[in-house]
T-cell receptor
Framework: DAGITQSPRHKVTETGTPVTLRCHQTENHRYMYWYRQDPGHGLRLIHYSYGVKDTDKGEVSDGYSVSRSKTEDFLLTLESATSSQTSVYFC?????????FGPGTRLTVL | GQQLNQSPQSMFIQEGEDVSMNCTSSSIFNTWLWYKQDPGEGPVLLIALYKAGELTSNGRLTAQFGITRKDSFLNISASIPSDVGIYFCAGPLFTSGTYKYIFGTGTRLKVLA
C-alpha cells in the first residue's frame, strides 16, 4: 500500500466553522490531489498540487483552499463549512501516471 | 465532469463464477488503472496497464489494455465473497503540467455465497 495517511478520519462540525483536513505521504511523490466523493457523483477533483507551493483548482473548488508547504503534506481547508460540504474526502498521490488513494475522511457538517 | 463508460453498472454473481467488466472511452489513454473500493474505505489500486494490448494479472484478477487504447477489461476468476465492492477504471491525462484522472462510473459487484 502507498504510504498515505489522512487525518482526521471522521469529523463532525457545525455550519460556519473552519475545518482543515490533512494528507500526509511518505512516498515523496510530486503530485497530490484532493477529491470529494458523493453518491451519484463519483470522485470529483477539488484541488491539486504539482509541487511545493504549486497548487491549482479542480472542478469543484468553490469554498475550499489548499496549501502545500512541504512535499509530504497537503492541507485542505474549508474556510466556513456548509452542509453541502458533507462528504467523504480522499487524498491521492502520483509521481507519474499512476495514482494512489488515502483512506478517506468522512466529514459531516450540521 | 468527464467520465469513462463502464459496464455492467452492477452484477450479482454466484461464488466461484468468473466476472468480466469493461471500460470504454472516446479518448485515447496511454495508461489504464483499475481500482477496487470497499465500503468506508479508499480506492485500492489493483492493476495498472501501460501498453496497448498488454495483459496483466494480479492473483485472480486479469486486466487488458485494449489495442485501440480506448478501452480496457477486467476479469475476476473464481469469485469469492470478499470480492464484493465497487470496481472502477481510471485513465490519466497529462494537461497543464500535471496528471488529471478520468474515472469510470463503477461496477458494483455482489457475490452470493
Amino acid at each position: 500500500d502507498a504510504g498515505i495517511t489522512q487525518s482526521p478520519r471522521h469529523k463532525v462540525t457545525e455550519t460556519g466553522t473552519p475545518v482543515t483536513l490533512r494528507c500526509h505521504q511518505t512516498e515523496n511523490h510530486r503530485y497530490m490531489y484532493w477529491y470529494r466523493q458523493d453518491p451519484g457523483h463519483g470522485l470529483r477533483l477539488i484541488h491539486y498540487s504539482y509541487g511545493v507551493k504549486d497548487t491549482d483548482k479542480g472542478e469543484v473548488s468553490d469554498g475550499y483552499s489548499v496549501s502545500r508547504s512541504k512535499t509530504e503534506d497537503f492541507l485542505l481547508t474549508l474556510e466556513s463549512a456548509t452542509s453541502s460540504q458533507t462528504s467523504v474526502y480522499f487524498c491521492a498521490i502520483s509521481e507519474a501516471d499512476t495514482q494512489y488513494f488515502g483512506p478517506g475522511t468522512r466529514l459531516t457538517v450540521l | 465532469g468527464q467520465q469513462l463508460n463502464q459496464s455492467p453498472q452492477s452484477m450479482f454473481i454466484q461464488e466461484g463464477e468468473d466476472v468480466s467488466m469493461n471500460c470504454t472511452s472516446s479518448s485515447i489513454f496511454n495508461t489504464w488503472l483499475w481500482y477496487k473500493q470497499d465500503p468506508g474505505e479508499g480506492p485500492v489500486l489493483l492493476i495498472a496497464l501501460y501498453k496497448a494490448g498488454e495483459l496483466t494479472s494480479n492473483g485472480r484478477l486479469t486486466a487488458q489494455f485494449g489495442i485501440t487504447r480506448k478501452d480496457s477489461f477486467l476479469n475476476i476468476s473464481a469469485s469469492i465473497p470478499s470480492d464484493v465492492g465497487i470496481y472502477f477504471c481510471a485513465g490519466p491525462l497529462f494537461t497543464s503540467g500535471t496528471y488529471k484522472y478520468i474515472f469510470g462510473t463503477g461496477t458494483r459487484l455482489k457475490v452470493l455465497a
